[in-house]
């Protein structure tokens, strides 16, 4: 593992379903360049044209997975020999989830596996998956298994196990959910956003979420929200530093509100970049229904 001070390359790998997704989006906020299923013959290239920016980064994350070609995942080891040349530590986290947990993530996001063209069965494709994913997981630096944790377990395992994010102090997790789904499971406050106007009622706000500026300029100009907003955030920032003085490691605030795509996207957004703004390392943001 980098020792802080070289630049570092995660590459996230695993089994679709397992939480690589959650995990590039944890790097993220923690400024991390992330980008996802990059072919794996350019990773030296990528990294050599990102550090080389004006910019100049120098914490990067890649996903790759079963979604290249099998002989290329063959070859990442020599391809992260090539990123070391570069002056970069490097990194290789393997996902894993058992398959009876792959089979029912799938069945409740109804997404579709990668390899199941043609009409393959969902279990077989997990299982050629599997297969052709034996030999990353063979020279992972890391192995993650997930099929126990929830989404806001993985995003602080993500922290916890590559030693990123906050090296003291509390890490923030600000989320939105849909009332209609149901609460999220680990949250320490809730905060109902339902009593704020709407931006689903205007047809050209609906298919926006409260990530869009325009959606942020809709409700930023109405007093109620500002006054929600501030007194929400007064009450957070009087009540974090007495959770941190009991040493809690960790702290979740959701925000709810009937579909979980505009109030409480954007509050869990606005709430981030304030603290953020305190010079907080370890503040993240997830929205569960967006993902």
């Known amino acids: 593992m980098s020792d802080g001070t070289r630049p570092l390359l995660i590459v996230v790998s695993g089994m679709s379903g397992s939480g690589k997704s959650v995990a590039l989006n944890t790097l993220e906020d923690l400024d991390f360049f992330c980008t996802d299923n990059l072919p794996a013959e350019l990773l030296p290239r990528f990294v050599r044209s990102v550090a080389g920016e004006e910019s100049g980064r120098t914490r990067l994350a890649v996903g790759i997975d079963v979604r290249n070609r099998t002989p290329d995942l063959a070859r990442i080891p020599q391809w992260l020999s090539e990123v070391g040349e570069l002056g970069f530590d490097h990194k290789l986290v393997y996902f894993d989830t058992r398959d009876e ?167 869990a957004e606005r709430l981030a970049a304030h603290f953020r703004t305190q010079g907080r390392d370890g503040v993240l943001s997830f929205h569960r229904e967006l993902e």
């Open 101 to 267: 947990v792959l089979l029912k993530r799938y069945s409740d996001t109804r997404r579709k596996h990668p390899l199941s063209h043609g009409g393959l069965p969902l279990a077989d494709a997990i299982r050629l998956e599997r297969e052709r994913m034996r030999p990353l997981q063979a020279i992972a630096d890391l192995v993650m298994d997930t099929s126990e944790l929830n989404v806001h377990q993985m995003r602080r395992q993500v922290i916890t196990e590559l030693g990123i994010g906050a090296s003291q102090g509390l890490s923030l997790l600000f989320e939105s959910f849909a009332y209609r789904r149901g609460l999220p499971a680990d949250a320490d406050f809730i905060f109902d956003a339902r009593a704020l106007p709407n931006p689903h009622w205007d047809a050209r706000l609906r298919p926006l979420s409260g990530r869009d500026t325009a959606v942020r300029e809709h409700l930023e100009q109405d007093p109620n929200v500002r006054a929600y907003a501030e007194q929400v955030t007064a009450f957070l920032e009087t009540w974090i530093p007495r959770f941190e003085a009991e040493t809690r490691s960790y702290l979740t605030v959701a925000f709810g509100c009937t579909g979980g795509r505009h109030r409480s996207v954007y509050l």
